[in-house]
């Protein structure tokens, strides 16, 4: 029998990642019905400790950094790991949880089922500061927005406090996705997969489209589910390592570009259950300003 949820983490150099796997088990309250996987681009002498590796239900893909192809490259990686799992949850390596974070999001989930066919409960979780812990965390709620563009393509997003989130009684409607945090059914696995060629900047804002042209309604929580880090001196980062990102990101905005605009084959990318358009309309802005 299959565990109830798949969790997926891509890590790329991140020194966050243990306390984050370990965290994420402590305070689950079913931690018997998650499985992980990771997929671990680790740089020389960078070890996982024994406390890591003798997690149950976790499994490690071991990558030479130097091999990596970029985030969305590692998450179709950990896509093919999927196995039937009734819900699935994409997250980063750099987390903190509230406990019982898996039985809150998932009465959020059922309770949103009741009035929506396919909703995914996705946040930009408040901030925690590793050399601070626990008092570092921001205790308040975000909601997503654009910040900025390039070239005219929406690629960049940012979180602004929920005023008055402690009086919310129900997750609220969502714009964008958040690829730290997306809580789905499982079979959002297989009808969304990444997109290796997508490099880095814009792909939440694609993948939000891409899942609301399939069906799905994007929700924010009304609770604290955990923490994430945005400070990046504690890891890595791709193009830190890799020359050529320059170019994968430009080749990955042409690929934006082109199938937003119905220029491209899709190859599954979209679906017709909701168009471009309307998703534009959703949100309030176009995706490629003068469109």
Not at 58 to 73: H, K, M, R, T, V
Not at 125 to 148: S, T
Not at 190 to 195: C, S
Request: proline content about 6%.
């Amino acid at each position: 029998m299959p565990h109830k949820t798949f969790i997926m983490i891509p890590a790329y150099r991140d020194r966050e990642l243990p306390a984050t796997l370990l965290d994420l088990y402590e305070k689950a309250n079913s931690p018997g019905d998650l499985r992980v996987v990771v997929a671990w681009q680790f740089g020389r002498g960078e070890k996982l400790s024994k406390a890591v590796r003798s997690l149950k239900h976790l499994e490690i893909i071991p990558i030479p950094a130097a091999e990596s192809c970029g985030p969305n490259w590692a998450r179709r990686l950990l896509q093919d790991r999927y196995d039937g799992e009734e819900f699935t949850l994409l997250l980063d390596s750099h987390h903190r949880f509230a406990r019982g974070w898996d039985e809150t999001v998932l009465r959020m989930f059922e309770d949103l089922k009741k009035t929506c066919v396919k909703p995914i409960v996705t946040a930009y979780l408040p901030p925690y500061d590793p050399a601070r812990e626990p008092r570092g965390r921001r205790h308040d709620l975000m909601k997503i927005y654009p910040l900025r563009r390039t070239q005219g393509l929406l690629t960049h997003l940012t979180g602004y406090r929920v005023a008055l989130w402690r009086t919310l009684r129900a997750p609220i409607p969502a714009d964008y996705a958040s690829l730290h945090f997306l809580f789905a059914e499982g079979s959002f696995q297989r009808e969304i997969l990444f997109d290796p060629d997508i490099y880095f900047f814009g792909d939440e804002v694609f993948t939000g489209l891409r899942a609301f042209t399939h069906g799905y309604d994007l929700f924010h929580p009304h609770k604290i589910l955990g923490w994430h880090l945005y400070d990046r001196s504690t890891r890595m980062t791709h193009w830190d390592d890799h020359a050529n990102w320059q170019r994968a990101e430009a080749l990955s905005f042409v690929k934006m570009r082109d199938i937003i605009q119905g220029r491209a084959r899709q190859s599954g990318l979209l679906a017709d259950v909701r168009s471009v358009r309307a998703y534009e309309k959703h949100i309030g802005t176009k995706l490629i300003k003068g469109r």
